[in-house]
């Protein structure tokens, strides 16, 4: 299984998929007028009693209708839909002011944007700042009066609470799925090893492309994280259906506070070793190069030499030393073992730095 960004969903395909969808609501409705044509042959229909007892179990599930219902209407006015030349993704209102948050794979290597609120008022955007080693950032669009949503205490949540999903999938605005929250991970780094998110929350609403930075919300219509990821099956070739990720709220309202007030982020709270590495063909992480002052040069790290495991865990890739590191926090001692340039196996103890903003 393999985890990927959820893609930007491409904008020259949004008008096929519209308009198939169209000419199937066009057939839809020529089959129903066609099967309500009545025919002297046919057998009347039963007629359903309306006034049939409602027991307990149909006004629970009634009622937990309607607590869907009201949820999607309150949330979606603060799900908006963020584009670009290059596609489209989603993004969720912090402030009445304009300040959006949104994956960093939605916005990357763009500086303008245009905003659509879930009533289709359209509105150009700026990027304000991002934090790609946490997939986040944060744009503004300056005269828009959104709605804020309300972000929950993500460490509250458990296993088979309730999920919601609302977001802009396919181009399809204001979609909303829902699901439940099946597992929290830890270390999960993306496809090709360049992002590892240090906490995730695992939900079976359906996680499709263009709902990336949209909003995973509870049954209180509270922001209960970011859908960033989708896990697909090599072996199928597509997505694996029922496996989505999200950053979880309370590390996308510690990130995007940071932008907001600095426009960049001063404390990641991630731990940081400190050198820039590559791959030695799967026996482990070789170090390429060393900051001068931080945490491996301190522990006598040198360049050359190749990283096999941390704390007893095994490195064979960047990648899962990004998943390893992901764990640890800044100042905390770790064992590090590295196998020199002349085959010697060495063990560094190593107190870990803080992994720099941006």
């Known amino acids: 299984m393999k985890v990927v960004p959820v893609p930007r969903r491409p904008k020259r395909l949004l008008a096929p998929l519209l308009a198939a969808l169209i000419a199937g609501a066009v057939v839809a409705g020529v089959s129903l007028a066609t099967d309500n044509t009545p025919s002297p042959n046919r057998t009347p229909a039963l007629k359903i009693a ?65 905003v659509t609120t879930s009533n289709g008022k359209r509105y150009r955007a700026k990027l304000v700042g991002s934090f790609p080693p946490d997939d986040l950032a944060v744009i503004k669009a300056p005269g828009a009066r959104l709605k804020p949503a309300t972000f929950a205490d993500s460490s509250k949540l458990s296993v088979g609470d309730l999920a919601i999903a609302i ?40 996680i499709n492309p263009g709902n990336s930075g949209g909003a995973l919300v509870d049954i209180q219509g509270r922001v209960i ?96 030393l990004s998943t390893v590191l992901a764990g640890l926090k800044p100042r905390q001692k770790a064992r590090v073992v590295v196998v020199e340039q002349d085959g010697t196996r060495s063990t560094l103890r190593v107190t870990l730095g803080t992994f720099p903003g941006s």
């Open 225 to 320: 994280g970011i859908p960033t990821l989708a896990a697909t099956d090599p072996q199928l070739g597509g997505s694996a259906p029922g496996i989505g990720f999200a950053i979880p709220s309370n590390l996308v309202r510690d990130i995007i506070s940071q932008i907001l007030a600095h426009g960049k982020v001063l404390n990641s709270h991630r731990a940081f070793l400190g050198i820039r590495a590559g791959e030695a063909a799967g026996k482990g992480v070789i170090v390429v190069s060393v900051t001068p002052g931080g945490a491996a040069s301190n522990a006598g790290m040198r360049v050359g030499d190749i990283i096999v495991s941390v704390n007893g865990a095994p490195t064979p890739t960047f990648a899962t």
């Open 50 to 114: 309306s006034t049939a007892p409602v027991g307990q179990a149909a006004r629970e599930g009634l009622a937990l209708q309607s607590a869907f219902v009201k949820v999607v209407h309150s949330v979606s006015p603060s799900v908006v839909q963020v584009e670009d030349q290059q596609g489209l993704g989603s993004g969720i209102a912090v402030d009445a002011t304009g300040d959006i948050v949104t994956n960093n794979h939605v916005v990357s290597g763009g500086t303008s944007f245009t």
């Open 167 to 206: 977001g802009n999938p396919l181009g399809l605005q204001s979609s909303v799925t829902q699901g439940i929250i099946s597992a929290f991970r830890q270390g999960v780094t993306e496809e090709g090893g360049d992002v590892t998110l240090p906490s995730v929350i695992q939900t079976s609403a359906a």
